[in-house]
């Protein structure tokens, strides 16, 4: 299987900063995949990003496939914001997705 | 759109005993995954289905078997259940495997005693 690791594992910041989050994968991959779980345990899809950019508000996200990682940008961070980041990478011909472990965000007011 | 469904919600279980998860869409989606979340980790694939009537295995499949005999639900089943499988379920589905994201259920919260 691919091994996705993400980056940082944990990231507090203060309400109206900007933070990147990172997710390295280990072979070419066909789908990418960014979700936010909230506090309730709920996943959000963020992103459908497989490469390129793409922007939806405060959040941007960006993957460069031929050196196997993926970027997400928040700006002006909200308390809203909290949660687990997931990045989520499919792998080619087998249907079959893997997840990182996640970055654990907490925005403080 | 009820989007993805789960039912139930919490379950607990005594070892040994059998339960069956089911996952409903809405959105005429073709896949269907089954994933289990544990404290700390991200989620990992059990089974998936590409279509009504097929199913296969995932990263983890052990203990656990799937149906898809409709193509707007997908069954997971625990036969015999062990304190190993005390965990969150997600189900989540999508129209394609490579152009498409995966929308997901709100979880199921099983302990298995």
């Known amino acids: 299987g691919i091994q996705v690791e993400q980056s940082p594992p944990d990231l507090i910041l203060q309400e109206g900063a900007n933070s990147t989050l990172r997710c390295n994968f280990s072979?070419?991959?066909?789908?990418l995949q960014w979700f936010h779980q909230n506090p309730w345990g709920q996943l959000i899809n963020l992103f459908y990003i497989p490469s390129g950019t793409k922007q939806n508000g405060r959040l941007s996200a960006t993957t460069v496939a031929t050196e196997r990682y993926s970027l997400l940008y928040i700006s002006s961070s909200q308390t809203t914001d909290s949660g687990v980041y997931f990045c989520?990478?499919?792998?080619?011909?087998?249907?079959?997705?893997?997840f990182g472990s996640g970055t654990k965000l907490n925005v403080k007011p | 759109n009820a989007g993805v469904t789960q039912t139930p919600k919490f379950r607990v279980l005594k070892t040994g005993q059998s339960m069956t998860l089911l996952c409903a869409q809405d959105?005429?989606?073709?896949?269907m995954y089954w994933y289990r979340q544990d404290p700390g980790m991200g989620l990992r694939l059990i089974h998936y289905s590409v279509g009504e009537g097929t199913t296969a295995k995932g990263e983890v499949p052990d203990g656990y078997n799937v149906s898809r005999l409709k193509k707007q639900n997908f069954l997971l089943g625990l036969e015999s259940a062990a304190p190993s499988q005390t965990s969150v379920y997600f189900c989540a589905s999508s129209y394609s495997y490579t152009a498409d994201t995966q929308y997901f259920g709100p979880g199921t919260r099983l302990t298995v005693l």
């Open positions: 959105m005429n989606h073709e896949y």
């Open positions: 989520a990478v499919g792998e080619y011909n087998f249907n079959k997705f893997y």
């Open positions: 072979d070419s991959v066909n789908n």
